[in-house]
């Protein structure tokens, strides 16, 4: 499917001239878990056509989620119909719940709590009304574990494998984020997390292609893209891959719901706002090894340097 | 794996095999030494049925707290001695498991989520389910029970 960036709506993660791993989380100033753009439908109909394909890699959950799962079925709901009015209605008789999406004409009734009355599992249903992953981090022992997620727009890393992990085993693979303190520091941070004050932070890589779907599963597809990248090709053909992360502090369970929402902008856009095509030239130019291999850009980091370089020694901006 | 004496408990149950006492001797040497009662299990080569025809399973659960377990056996037994000695009611903080001998894990598939066995010290390996050579990484998985294997070659 071909995906339309919209430069408008993208979310520029960038704010200083160089990058590093850091906990760059932001305290939200409008506590919405979900962000509904224009590219909702396609996006909806491609996380359902891949949850239906693919049903082990989207979704997973451990047996003793459920209430937590209809507590971020609830959360979600109530952030749609108070911020999308006009798409998303609700209405309640007691625990009969009746859910109203307009934008894609559909309609749901249930029961609260009752899961035999819901098509799916609670947080798998949820996820299929809105563009965002969804991750259930829970909370016990003063640590943090991967209990449930619906996980279609994946950075590179399996749901089927991270389930049931602490926050530290996750992470395991991520280079210098032991040795330098990052993992005790976040998760000590997440633990403190309080409901009523969610945060969000953007994390980023760089896409050979235009896919969300960058699983681990598909990686022998997608990866070889990395290999076609040359410094005519990538202003149309890579992307700029953002990922708004928001979270928020569950008060029943005290668990963490993790929201991910991914945007794709081509270069070609992006070097289109001049500021945007300096900062990001030079941060590419600066980022250590560690880094470049870690997200992957090894293969095509210099054709994509070449590629910004040439914009600006051309001064074709906006 | 280094071995340590755990001091300080009231009892120690020693479980192991025939090339597991060279192992666990320095640890037995200091338990006689400091006069604590100790049992000691032999389950060399043993069935499950022979294994709690041993009695090992009897007595685990009639411990008292402050027992402290040494268990040192190949690698293929020592998974299947963990379980039953978690399935009894002994955290991790109880017990000290030693393997030893070659030593056989499960590589997740990135791809087709199979599981495949190979030997510790391989670097690469076919899948067995969607024949992908996986590059074997040390990212592990307890719910799984194994190594995350990587695509090896785009």
Redesign the interface.
Known sequence: MKRKDNIEHFPYPFKDTIYRYSNNSLLMEVPNSIEVTPTYTEEILLKRQLLTQHP??CFQSLPHTTEAQWEILELIIDHLVVYYPNEFKLYKNGNNWSFHNHALKEKYDFILGEESTLPQQPLDFIGRQVQEDLILMGQRDGNLYLDAGQLCFPANW?L??????SFK?IH??IPGFKEEGLDDRILNFLLKLEAGNPWERKNWSLMAGNRLDTS?????HW??G??KVTSKNAGDFVHLRVEVQRLFRLPRSNNILFTIHTHLLSLEKLANRREWLEQFYHILKELPPHIVDYKGLSLFKDAVIDYLKGRLESGETR | MRVHFERGKRKYIFITAKDGIPILKPIIDQVKEEKVPFEMFFVDKRTEQEIIATGIELCLHQQKMGTYLYVALPWAELRAMNALIEKIGYSSEEAQYIGFGPRKINV?C????GITETNEDDAEIECKQCR?GLSI????????DAY?G??AS?
């Open positions: 082990e890699r399996s089927a494998f991270d389930l049931g992990m085993e395991h693979p681990l599963e598909t990686y022998d990866g070889k990395r290999k | 997740f990135c791809r087709c989520h992908l990484s040390d990212h592990y998985s307890s719910l799984r995350l990587y695509v785009l």
